[in-house]
C-alpha cells in the first residue's frame, strides 16, 4: 500500500488516500458541516489565518480547511497519482 501525501498549503500535507471530497466553501450545507465538526473537535484549520477556500472531507469525518483553491488540491491529487502509476513497456 503506497502512502500518497498532498500539499495542501504552507507546508501542511495530507494523505490522499483518506480523502472522500475536496468542495467550496460557499454553500450553507459545507458551512453547517464546517461548525458541526467544529463543535465535534474533528475540525483542522490548516489556513493560518487565511480566507478559507477549500474544505477537505476523511474518511474519518475529519474536516480539514485549506487556504488552497479546491482545482488546485485534485489537481495535485491527480498529477501525484498520474506520476506514481507504473510505465507500460
Same mark, same amino acid.
Given at each position: ?7 495542501? &498549503?504552507? &507546508? ?5 488516500? /483518506? ?6 466553501? +460557499?454553500?450553507?450545507? !459545507?458551512?453547517? !458541516?464546517?461548525? +458541526? ?7 483542522? $484549520?490548516?489556513?493560518? &489565518?487565511? /480566507?478559507?477556500?477549500?474544505? %477537505? %472531507? ?5 474536516? !480539514? ?19 506514481? +502509476? $507504473?510505465?507500460?513497456?
Amino acid at each position: 500500500m503506497d502512502i500518497k501525501l498532498i500539499n495542501i &498549503g504552507f &507546508g501542511n500535507i495530507v494523505s490522499a488516500n /483518506r480523502i472522500v471530497a475536496i468542495v467550496s466553501p +460557499e454553500s450553507a450545507p !459545507i458551512k453547517r !458541516i464546517i461548525q +458541526e465538526a467544529r463543535d465535534a473537535k474533528i475540525l483542522i $484549520d490548516a489556513t493560518y &489565518g487565511r /480566507r478559507t477556500r477549500a474544505v %477537505i %472531507i476523511c474518511d474519518s469525518n475529519h474536516v !480539514i480547511l485549506s487556504a488552497v483553491q479546491p482545482e488546485t488540491v485534485a489537481n495535485r491529487l491527480t498529477t501525484k497519482e498520474s506520476n506514481n +502509476e $507504473d510505465p507500460v513497456d
